[in-house]
């Protein structure tokens, strides 16, 4: 077959997957939130990363499974939506070149090229443009919402302060070819119904950082995206690594389209100083990472004007091997769901063709396995079942309750109807309880029953005893994320995970001298916190 009648099969190709359904629409903002323009309800963003970047200029996992399997399984595993990367100079300069020119060029080995071959026959053949926007259909078949992201220009592994390729005027990094791009995509992929958004640029960074410069490419960016598409959310990055957006506090952007504009922050173990995780309380080390992220990002979704943030990079090594990402994720996991973040987690597929001069290098920080078929992590559907839930939403017409969540594990408190104790279970329901702030009862709603200490080491109980010293709780610690009640005139006794079983139960509280620098237990499973909720 000839190359030509090739690239026809392959239009064809990708003309069948643009005409299934999608279920998405075009979205706006509305103060912090995003809402969907058809229902005006609150769309929660729940994405995975989807590495398209690389040096191959082509979405991972292609030698490993169908692309249509990959997008099936992004859907099967939680994620309503795709953070998909590409490099600028894929349609600025290559957009024409094939996907088997590229991977020769590179001596990908034949063995790699063959796999490719053999699960996406028509892919070898695609050009750039559109391999990558048979990956945008495949998820739109599968219902699943793409933010596109401009995450280099150059083609290559992400990120370092010296590669000339972080801020405008880089070598690599040329304001004019940035925007051409912006619009090329903007363009191409308008009437795609499940592109939902696309970003101007991931982590800036390097000595060239400068606000003058920030503020200038960064709305003409946003204007080019807006004047081809504007049916687009435009997520916009900080500066350092997306670490700081403190500068909005003093000056915001002035576009006339802002309903449109949602801010982006990454975080991760290494986002500061890692070793202090193992040297200082971890209570005190977590206020002060949610304190920092509130400073540099988390300030937007709050007071007379805020707006949307996105958390758009976070993660941690799914082996369970780095022990750091480990008393990490639980306490940002306590930030994201107590303030009902979107984000979107780094990242879905857990090998690569080709990454920093290593061919088929695997990746840790990654839902899945090397093979794309089971989870790295066992333990990710209910780490993340909370998440992937919306908990808030400003046009519900339901009353206000309490979840109460225990980070560590990503579950929920339940009450169990036969012996009056509580058990950790599923998110997906969980008991709804009401809480009027410290030294109240915890209420278990619709009923007249509260939670109550027992004593050392015995069960938490409900009781109808509401009024009694045992049934007065409060938040403790640096954290506020240990519950707490007296008993008798002991000491403070903290809601915990008995670790042989999902039972809950009271022991003396770990850690919460605000005082005490020596203290270095995990606390970990005592870490509840109760959630507002008006969402089922």
């Not at 801010?263 to 500061?272: C, L, N």
């Not at 100083?273 to 400073?295: A, T």
């Not at 009401?434 to 009862?441: A, K, R, T, V, Y």
């Not at 006794?493 to 995990?522: G, P």
């Amino acid at each position: 077959m000839s190359k030509s009648s090739l690239l026809l099969v392959s239009t064809i190709f990708i003309a069948i997957l643009t005409s299934y359904c999608c279920n998405s629409f075009p979205l706006s903002t509305q103060k912090r939130w995003i809402i969907d323009d058809a229902t005006g309800e609150r769309m929660k963003l729940t994405c995975a990363h989807w590495v398209g970047h690389a040096t191959p200029m082509l979405v991972e996992g292609l030698d490993k499974l169908p692309i249509q399997d990959i997008a099936n399984q992004i859907a099967k595993s939680g994620f309503n939506c795709v953070r998909l990367s590409y490099a600028t100079y894929m349609f600025t300069r290559h957009a024409n070149d094939t996907i088997r020119d590229t991977l020769y060029s590179l001596d990908i080995p034949k063995d790699v090229v063959s796999a490719i071959e053999k699960h996406n026959p028509l892919m070898l053949n695609m050009t750039h443009v559109q391999a990558y926007e048979a990956a945008i259909d495949a998820l739109g078949e599968k219902g699943v919402m793409v933010l596109i992201d401009n995450h280099v220009s150059m083609a290559e592994w992400c990120c370092d302060n010296n590669d000339q390729n972080g801020f405008f005027g880089d070598r690599h990094f040329h304001p004019d070819e940035w925007l051409q791009g912006l619009a090329f995509i903007a363009k191409h992929f308008r009437g795609k119904p499940n592109v939902i958004a696309m970003d101007l640029r991931n982590e800036l960074r390097g000595g060239r950082q400068n606000l003058p410069d920030w503020y200038k490419y960064v709305s003409q960016g946003a204007s080019t995206i807006h004047k081809h598409n504007p049916d687009l959310l435009i997520v916009i990055s900080g500066l350092n690594f997306d670490n700081d957006l403190s500068f909005l506090k003093k000056k915001t952007l002035d576009l006339n389209f802002t309903n449109k504009l949602v801010y982006e922050a990454h975080i991760y173990s290494f986002s500061g100083n890692q070793d202090r995780w193992n040297l200082q309380p971890m209570n005190w080390v977590c206020s002060s990472v949610i304190e920092n992220l509130n400073d540099q990002a988390g300030f937007l979704i709050s007071g007379n004007n805020p707006v949307p943030l996105f958390i758009s990079e976070f993660g941690y090594d799914m082996t369970g091997g780095n022990a750091v990402d480990n008393k990490f994720m639980p306490c940002f996991v306590s930030y994201a769901a107590s303030v009902d973040l979107d984000w979107s987690l780094w990242s879905f597929g857990g090998s690569y063709y080709f990454r920093e001069g290593s061919v088929g290098a695997g990746e840790t920080y990654a839902v899945m396995d090397y093979d794309w078929k089971n989870y790295r992590d066992p333990k990710f559907p209910q780490k993340f079942q909370l998440l992937q839930k919306k908990i808030q939403d400003p046009t519900s017409n339901l009353s206000k309750s309490h979840i109460m969540f225990h980070p560590l594990t990503g579950k929920c408190a339940h009450a169990n109807g036969s012996n009056n104790e509580l058990v950790l279970g599923d998110c997906k329901s969980h008991s709804e309880w009401s809480f009027e702030g410290d030294g109240s009862p915890i209420r278990l709603m619709d009923s007249a029953m509260c939670l109550k200490a027992e004593g050392e080491g015995l069960p938490a109980t409900l009781s109808e005893h509401c009024l009694s010293p045992q049934s007065s709780w409060k938040s403790v610690s640096k954290t506020g994320l240990h519950l707490a009640t007296s008993h008798g005139n002991g000491p403070l006794f903290c809601l915990e995970m008995e670790s042989d079983s999902s039972k809950i139960v009271t022991r003396k509280c770990i850690c919460i001298d605000e005082n005490d620098s020596s203290c270095l237990d995990n606390p970990q499973s005592q870490w509840f916190q109760l959630i507002s909720t008006n969402f089922s």
